[in-house]
């Protein structure tokens, strides 16, 4: 069974746990997720599509992510989660941790803060290996191509991380 971190409104850990999307979270409490965002020195971007078997927003394009386990930082989970999604690891990747934003969704049970990190480095297509349960899978992409895919209401998270696409 997967176990989540609960943090309090300053993002810092209450030492209590909840389980994988149980969404028990009281209003002032949190989980922590993670986005790493992939970025080739040609300025393309490894986004990849959301298997059409996901409860929600099924067949959208997005960035690797996920929510990080209990007992794990967010630089441990970005890199966990980029690994198992992509076949990738940005573990000596230039880059790092960019900005934190938060959701809240009162009465849900559902509140999160999000750590975005981009990593730059240099990687053949050949190197990619995509976990087949969560993604169909990926294209190299420029900022306008997943501006466009916003534009048409199909990339995750974008009005959120767009700046981060900002090269």
Same mark, same amino acid.
């Given at each position: 069974?997967?176990?989540?971190?609960?943090?309090?409104?300053?993002?810092?850990?209450?030492?209590?746990?909840?389980?994988?999307?149980?969404?028990?979270?009281?209003?002032?409490?949190?989980?922590?997720?993670?986005?790493?965002?992939?970025?080739?020195?040609?300025?393309? =971007?490894?986004?990849?599509?959301?298997?059409?078997?996901?409860?929600?927003?099924? &067949?959208?394009?997005?960035?690797?992510? &996920?929510?990080?386990?209990?007992?794990?930082?967010?630089?441990?989970?970005?890199?966990?989660?980029?690994?198992? *999604?992509?076949?990738?690891?940005?573990?000596?990747?230039? &880059?790092?941790?960019? =900005?934190?934003?938060?959701?809240?969704?009162?009465?849900?049970?559902?509140?999160? =803060?999000?750590?975005?990190?981009?990593?730059?480095?240099?990687?053949?297509?050949?190197?990619?290996?995509?976990?087949?349960?969560?993604?169909? &899978?990926?294209?190299?992409?420029?900022?306008? *191509?997943?501006?466009?895919?916003?534009?048409?209401?199909?990339?995750?998270?974008?009005?959120?991380?767009?700046?981060?696409?900002?090269?």
């Amino acid at each position: 069974m997967e176990l989540w971190d609960i943090y309090d409104k300053n993002k810092q850990p209450t030492g209590r746990t909840m389980k994988k999307n149980d969404w028990c979270l009281k209003d002032g409490e949190y989980h922590l997720t993670v986005l790493g965002v992939i970025m080739r020195p040609d300025g393309k =971007f490894l986004i990849t599509q959301r298997v059409m078997t996901k409860a929600w927003a099924a &067949g959208w394009w997005e960035v690797s992510g &996920g929510a990080a386990m209990a007992g794990e930082t967010s630089l441990e989970a970005v890199k966990r989660e980029v690994r198992e *999604e992509t076949g990738l690891d940005v573990s000596n990747a230039d &880059g790092g941790y960019v =900005f934190s934003y938060h959701r809240e969704n009162p009465g849900e049970g559902d509140n999160y =803060f999000v750590d975005i990190y981009r990593f730059v480095m240099d990687f053949d297509e050949s190197d990619i290996h995509i976990q087949k349960e969560e993604a169909l &899978g990926y294209t190299l992409a420029s900022p306008e *191509e997943i501006k466009a895919l916003a534009e048409q209401g199909i990339f995750l998270h974008y009005d959120s991380i767009r700046q981060v696409f900002d090269i």
